[in-house]
């Protein structure tokens, strides 16, 4: 398994909640275990949404950085689990 | 030993969802939630954006009912297949444009369909009996199951000891014994069960968890519809009715105002697909201007965002208009006055 070592980048800015967990959900479907993800978002709801999917799904989330209008949330995604359902 | 039966929950965020799935869970069931976004759901932080609610609490109810039972969650988007159910309403509306009834179907059969492509062996709701006036009767309920496709591997726990044995109690997955027999709109059974399970709190949705039982926005999509001449609809009309204050002064164009900051901030990301205004001169709304607008269109609409600008009883206010075509140019304008902002120009 490898970890990319440039974050994914996924544009989440104008989402109202849940479209930006949506996205950032069906992004991570296709990614691995140890890749990152940079998810841009605009709706403030997000920064709550998004760390809770990832606490239900087993991702971490790294950091979150604050822009004028929008942030960053980024992540990286976790193993699926014994049952192979991923996120 | 028999393999461990696995069930996936409808999750809306409400208590009788997050009731069923712990009771479904109590019998040693594997279950991972589902949840369908059409387009049109209410969330606890539907408004979050608005700065002055920043006092409630931010959270996807459904996220945060799997949260709160240790399961995955499954957020599916619907909002191209929705547009079917919407528009073509087998049963037809309810006091809105809710078509609750085909709205149940459709969303039990997806769930069967994605938990039958996924492998689990049945599906559950926390539907009771007589709860909700259309979808949730008890003559309405055999209809969900039938023309959802779903039949006997939907499960109702709350109120399974009502409804004839179906798949998951006849495969001996859950005992029926230990499912529910709650009917009626009175909450308190669901109270004294959540209470059991150490559930102190949860969401009480007040006009259910859809943006199409309101009234007002019924009538925001109703107006939409009306100055397309069709009734079609993409993502970004549904995101922006629930976005803004909207005023249409003229058949041909609706203004929509932030309120406040945090709607500023959300209707700034649409700046460069539609007209907008700012005020220069004064604190002021941001303006997005929906549908074709000439320059005296502009003008009008100028005056009345002036209206709702600090300098609404000033003799000039100044507001820079961005035409979508690229044309930046400044407006001096009077501020209309409270007359002549006309009542039925609220959308």
């Known amino acids: ?87 | 030993m028999m393999a461990k039966a696995k069930a996936v929950a409808l999750i809306s965020g409400g208590l009788d969802s997050l009731l069923a799935a712990r009771v479904v869970m109590g019998q040693d069931v594997h279950v991972e939630g589902i949840n369908f976004f059409t387009g049109f759901c209410v969330e606890g932080h539907t408004h979050a954006i608005r700065k002055r609610d920043s006092e409630k609490p931010k959270r996807n109810n459904a996220l945060w009912v799997a949260e709160q039972l240790g399961i995955k969650l499954h957020i599916i988007d619907v909002v191209e297949e929705y547009k079917d159910v919407l528009l073509n309403p087998k049963h037809g509306y309810g006091a809105n444009l809710n078509p609750c009834l085909d709205c149940k179907g459709f969303m039990v059969r997806k769930a069967d369909e994605w938990a039958t492509a996924h492998g689990f062996d049945f599906i559950f709701s926390g539907e009771v009996i007589g709860q909700r006036p259309m979808s949730q009767r008890r003559d309405t309920m055999p209809v969900v199951a039938r023309e959802s496709g779903a039949g006997e591997r939907l499960l109702r726990p709350l109120c399974a000891k009502l409804l004839p044995p179906t798949l998951a109690e006849t495969s001996g997955w859950v005992d029926r014994e230990q499912l529910h027999d709650f009917s009626g709109r009175s909450r308190k059974p669901q109270m004294a069960l959540a209470e059991e399970y150490g559930f102190t709190e949860y969401a009480q949705p007040a006009g259910g968890c859809c943006f199409l039982t309101n009234r007002e926005y019924s009538s925001k999509l109703t107006d939409l519809w009306c100055a397309q001449g069709h009734r079609e609809y993409e993502l970004d009309d549904l995101l922006l009715l629930k976005v803004g204050r909207h005023l249409r002064p003229r058949p041909n164009f609706k203004l929509i105002l932030g309120r406040e900051e945090g709607e500023n901030n959300y209707l700034r990301g649409y700046c460069r697909q539609f007209s907008h205004l700012h005020v220069l001169s004064h604190r002021g709304p941001l303006g997005l201007i929906d549908g074709p607008a000439n320059r005296d269109d502009l003008l009008l609409a100028a005056r009345l965002m002036a209206r709702f600008c600090q300098g609404r009883d000033a003799e000039q206010v100044e507001i820079e208009v961005h035409e979508r075509k690229g044309e930046t140019w400044t407006a001096t304008v009077k501020p209309m006055t409270a007359a002549e902002v006309l009542p039925e120009w609220y959308v």
């Open chain 1, 1 to 87: 398994m490898t970890t990319s070592p440039i974050p994914e980048q996924l544009d989440a800015r104008r989402l109202l909640c849940p479209l930006p967990v949506i996205r950032t959900q069906d992004r991570v479907v296709d990614m691995c275990a140890g890749d990152i993800l940079a998810v841009c978002c605009s709706d403030p709801g997000a920064r709550y949404d998004i760390p809770a999917w990832c606490r239900i799904n087993g991702h971490k989330i790294l950091e979150i950085s604050e822009g004028d209008y929008e942030f960053t949330i980024t992540l990286r995604v976790g193993e699926e689990d014994e049952d192979g359902h991923g996120a």
